[in-house]
């Protein structure tokens, strides 16, 4: 928990920027400006929106946010230092980033002696040349800077003196922030902790003028101090290529880092950045930092499960923290001791982020688990142990046969309304034929799918066409039902998966089938089990538009039990 003496962090997003250089990650104006107003929303201080002039998507995106601005973030133009061998004052791209019109500007330049004569094929004086000469043109254009040393602990680690030689010109031409960069991804924690902690100790003789670095050539501009930002503070940017993303930014904030940059559910180029939806709650939370609020810290979930959605990717369900199995509980041991004190098996409560608990049905399942899955969908089974026990069998049983509850807890439920004699008959499906078309010559095939069922004893023989034969057996089903349950109609049937059980069999192994549908307001999801690969999916099928309409029945029945 934090306090109002809590040592304070500042958060840096950059998943509109470095985000969306991960492979398979796309998106429009529209989902920046998104993003960044929930960002906003969740308190973050710093969001880079892009490199204006870089792409016209970018230059968009700054534009439109000067006409509707943030409410409480500092949108941040992200840039590198001029070309060699030219000046700030007559840079064309450092037009685009007074262009884009922001307070904060980042600029990124190189701290490794090998890139400065590799990729920038210049000289080691001339690259130090180019940080003095950006940062001071941006600052007498009334920009405040933020620098990214690039590729710093490959730098420092081949060259520290050269290395410290880059932040001394970015300081004293008046950067407020230095960020040390991981850039390839491969430094360890120790190493991480000991350079900040070296970086932290030579910056801090800065007011005496010692850097202990020898004979330097001083730049025409010293730092102008700022109360808010006292000068030089130090930032941390990390890659996930080891996997130490998140370890190496929680090392450099505790040997003296004040600025963490990351990416909503770590999202970057190769193995990605530092996930902040990890780094926010392991230093709020563990730590005692300051980063958002209490109750911004409460939307941490769902901001992360928002912004896989717009970026339209599957969120990561095993994700620490945010994920959908971060608090679940499987087996019947733990579970049982769960329900007692959570803190047996839980290092957080979930309600913190924003998350809940979960109590997960399998084969691994003790009579704890039935119990408190049932009570999560209103069903109280503690007086009721000896149907307790046959729910728990009959689970064991289907799960013996391939069916998998754990991802299925829409058909969990109807199985325990059924076991207690409570599933109510919506309909009945009579039966169904699929019938393909497979045309030579031609991309895509035709199904056509027909149904026959039964509402009230009234039987009901529809047929629908489709691009498949799952999608033609879903739109005749559909189709028969929604005069009797125009609800369907909102009913929508977002994802659909098929799993090979015994593949050795070949074409005669069994499926798996997991349907997840949706109502615009909840989702649900539904298994079915077959040697035939439409029998599984009609079964999944079925059953999620069932459950669809007892969700819609007991909204129903709450707001009828209200009035």
Known sequence: MTTNSSPQLWLYDTTLRDGTQR???????????????????????????????????????????????LKQAEVVAFCSTRRPNSTAATEPMLQDILAAGTRWVTIFGKSWDLHVTTSLKTTLEENLAMIRDTIEYLRSQGRRIIYDAEHWFDGYKHNPDYALQTLEAAIASGAEWLVLCDTNGGTLPHEVSQIVQDVVEVTGKLGTGDWGLGSRKESSQSPIPNPQFPIPQIGIHTHNDSEMAVANAIAAVMAGAKMVQGTINGYGERCGNANLCSLIPNLQLKLGY???????????TEASRFVSEVVNLAPDEHAPFVGLSAFAHKGGIHVSAVERNPLTYEHIQPEQVGNHRRIVISEQSGLSNVLAKARSFGINLDQLKAEAKQILQRLKDLESEGFQFEAAE???????????????????????????????????????ATVKIAVDGKNILEAAEGNGPVAALDAALRKALVNFYPQIATFDLTDYKVRILNGHTGTAAKTRVLVESGNGRQRWTTVGVSTNILEASYQAVVEGLEYGLLLHSQAEAAVKASS
Not at 55 to 60: A, E, I, L, S, Y
Not at 416 to 436: D, I, N, S, T, Y
Request: some cysteine; aromatic content about 10%.
């Open 410 to 448: 829409a058909s969990f439920a109807l199985l325990m309304h059924e076991a207690l004699g409570g599933r109510q008959k919506f309909f009945e499906v009579k039966g169904f034929q699929v019938h393909c078309d497979l045309i030579e010559g031609k991309e895509t095939s035709n199904a056509l």
């Open 290 to 300: 300051s980063c958002i609020t209490e109750d911004q810290l409460t939307q941490l």
């Open 23 to 69: 492979e398979g990650l796309s998106v429009s104006i529209e989902d920046k400006l998104r993003i960044a107003k929930r960002l906003d929303h969740l308190g973050v201080p710093f969001i880079e929106g892009g490199w204006p002039g870089a792409n016209p998507k970018d230059v968009q995106f700054f534009w439109q946010l000067q006409e509707d601005p």
